[in-house]
């Protein structure tokens, strides 16, 4: 979790009851981690794939929605086999308020179905077309 008072030191948990691949890294903006990662290089390529963007000076949500495409590009959730990911969602709150600037979710997809990374992003590309 990163917040904007608290930026330079963002937290991470995964939980005391997780599988062995788990992990997480952190830096200032920045907080990545899994607790049912298909790889142990997830976490890695996730937070590499999340600083090059917020380097370049990408939104949030575009940060946020580039880490996702990343995880899932390298194995994704490893109860889900091929397909990746089964559920997913981005949620990024207004600054001081108790609204959502965004919030997209796709849950619940049948195993073997749709990758909900791939959904995810679709729902992005049309929240995106509303909110530039």
């Known amino acids: 979790m990163v ?6 030191s963002p937290a991470t948990y995964t939980g005391d009851l997780t599988n062995s691949i788990k992990g997480s890294l952190a ?27 917020r380097d370049k000076g990408l ?6 929605m580039t880490a996702l495409e990343a995880g899932a590009a390298v194995g994704g959730d490893r109860r889900c ?4 990911a089964t ?7 207004k600054a ?15 195993k073997g179905g749709q990758n ?10 049309s929240w995106k077309k509303q909110h530039n």
């Open 3 to 8: 917040t904007f008072e608290h930026i330079n």
């Open 27 to 53: 830096t200032d903006g920045i907080s990545v981690q899994g607790n049912t990662l298909a790889s142990e290089h997830e976490i890695k390529a996730i937070f590499d794939a999340a600083k090059i963007a």
């Open 59 to 64: 939104r949030v949500d575009q940060i946020l």
């Open 81 to 84: 086999g091929d397909q990746k």
């Open 87 to 93: 559920t997913a969602f981005a949620i990024v709150m």
């Open 96 to 110: 001081n308020t108790k609204k959502h600037w965004m919030k997209l979710h796709v849950f619940g997809q049948p």
């Open 116 to 125: 909900a990374v791939e959904l995810l992003i679709r729902q992005y590309d």
